[in-house]
């Protein structure tokens, strides 16, 4: 199968990384064969070889600091759109940066993959949240697969599980931590520390970002919300639609205080069904200790699913990681390879 | 599909019930029919018709107490498996009691199945743990499907998870909480119980059996480990060559002397490679109150599954029951519907 690289950021290099170490492994134990023919990234520049792209040297020209241009092939350099119609794939990996308001350029990037009969993966949480009827419609009409298992909870298999296995199961509500910088920022805070202290561990270890807005006003979790609310329950509004807080106003004092309550305060993301209305919201809740979600520490991420014929299932694994997202997308590719 | 139940206990009668319930959803939204032409139960009798046997009516006999003959249809008393291979179905469902030294008649229903050119999904712990590796060779070569989702915490997406998702992550050990019976025993005796009266009140719940055995010394959760062992490190031992400590030694003194040491005891299945060895165990461990296995309680089960590709990821849902148990049939059926 031949596949574009479109981003070729942490996602991207992470995404190369695993296709090279898994190439033998996924030759002899699947019969499937991933042949990056082109790779673009707005930072980077791009490249294509319909032969094939030497990822070693494209990670190697990246790791010192050159540019895809200077990779062995064609040199692409202005807006792809036009290049992925064109090339010569059958799968495009989608890694481009998140805009929660206009979902682009990514929305346009998977409309001309999927019109040049392209299947497409993708990490990139915006055209999920804000475009997922059309284009997993769009993608469906052409007998073409639209994944996204690393959009939440990186590779940790949930999108996966709740499409292929527990769609079935009559889900009624999804509720879950989706965050991992703000449950790692609460973790700490329970521990003592302050919110603003708390923050700069966090950006110290990578979770935060500069700009931390996403994640603390719990936007990042929202994207997640909504997307879990377009494939369950077939919702087709904006994340800003629903009501989100995030965890700017929670103090020490307060986790301090429902602990004694045998409580702990967490971001919590859901949404559920109401009469035929689809609800959803973000916000700090207070969890039972013998909630599985009370449980979860650190940058760690985890999702009860609450359905009619299992119960409650809770998947707990990490949200993040540039080795966790790509595997994501090594398993998007390997089913796309399946039903080749 | 044409499909075969074989078994209709608790199982097989939760299996034809949601069959019946999602008859129009199964229709309208996966585009699948699942016609039961063959019913066969040890205890009950068993019944043959190629246009399809009426559900109701049979789920209404057994419920009034009578007997599969009575259901309109060809009737079958004797040994099913001469009536396996010659029947008109494109499944076999076996749904038969577990036997953990021997892994029959179900072992010999399943070949017999595979004979006749049926996919086959089952619910039964002995044929996995003690021959999966010649059935699922036998079904290959026929190009056929083996599936057991249910064998292991019932319809909690588990097997399915591993075989269609993780299994690529380079799974290095799977460690959990695979018998509801002994942790429901284990979370009231540490709120004060008496092994004996925590038992007691497990089997006045029904999760124990009058002849509770095979869950507090371990086996039920030593036949879970042996089928992880085989599926995800292609181990080919039998359950009992492995080490087995049930909960019977463990005392209400233990379990309250490690929580002051911030730990809960917990009846922990294991399996792991060391070097070029599978290893696997079942015995009591003391798990750290910040593991996602110490906060799981009462009945439900959980797994860790520890990968180089995506760190841990743990799965947390109930163990067993009729409606999850079917469900975890279903969703093998819908697998194998989907590929047709």
Redesign the interface.
Known sequence: MRVLLIGFGTVGQGVAE?LLE?RD??AK??GMEFNVVGIFDKELGGVYRPQGINLEEALETIHSGGNLTQVHGESLDEDPSGFIQKAEAEVMVEMTYTDLKTAQPATSYIRAALDGNMHVVTTNKGPVALNYKDLSIHAAENGLEFLFEGTVM????LI??IQ???I??HIREVKGILNGTTNYILSRMEEGLSYQKALEKSQELGYAEAQPEADVRGWDALAKVSILANVIFGANRKPFDYPCEGITEVSANDLIRVKDQGKRIKLIGKTWMEGNFVKASVGPEEID??H?L????GAFNALTITTE??????????GA?Q??S??GV??DL??IGGKQ
Chains 1, 2 share one sequence.
């Open positions: 695993i898994k492994y996924l134990e699947k990186s590779g940790t298999p996966s599980v292929e296995n527990l079935s199961s200790f013998t599985p009370a449980g979860v520490k014929d299992v119960g409650e299932v809770t998947i707990v694994g990490p990681g080795r966790e790509a595997y090594l398993r390997m089913a």
